[in-house]
């Protein structure tokens, strides 16, 4: 099973910035798009951005200007830097992963999630 791990979440005041960053590992054949979601308390899970292999890159409105989604694809690692953030972005973050794995086929792997919360 293909695993994901998150680090970087935290405690920031409002204006400041914080960078999230996942890994995948396991025996993958191949990873197709990776992102991020996040859902606050009470809050439905929302889609924030994600990259494709090839670097194409898509935004939620909320984050667009503020964040930046980023690759390695070499090390299957995705990043999520932060800029001006508010406390309207206090959730918990998760990472995932559009994975093929040989004799298990493609599924969407997911990490544990972080917590990111934003004082004012």
């Known amino acids: 099973q293909v695993q994901l791990v998150e680090s970087g979440g935290g405690l920031v005041q409002a204006g400041g910035s914080l960078t999230l960053s996942c890994t995948a590992s396991?025996?993958?054949?191949?990873?197709?798009?990776m992102g991020w979601y996040r859902q606050a308390p009470g809050k439905q899970r929302e889609l924030v951005a994600t990259?494709?292999?090839?670097?194409?890159?898509n935004y939620a409105d909320s984050v667009k200007g503020r964040f930046t989604i980023s690759r390695e694809n070499a090390k299957n690692t995705v990043a999520l830097q932060m800029n001006s953030l508010n406390p309207e972005d206090t959730a918990v973050y998760y990472c995932?992963?559009?994975?093929?794995?040989?004799?298990?086929?493609?599924?969407?792997?997911w990490g544990q999630g972080t917590q990111v919360s934003v004082s004012s």
């Open positions: 990259v494709t292999s090839s670097g194409r890159t």
């Open positions: 396991g025996r993958i054949y191949r990873v197709n798009d």
């Open positions: 995932f992963a559009g994975v093929l794995q040989l004799g298990a086929g493609a599924y969407t792997a």
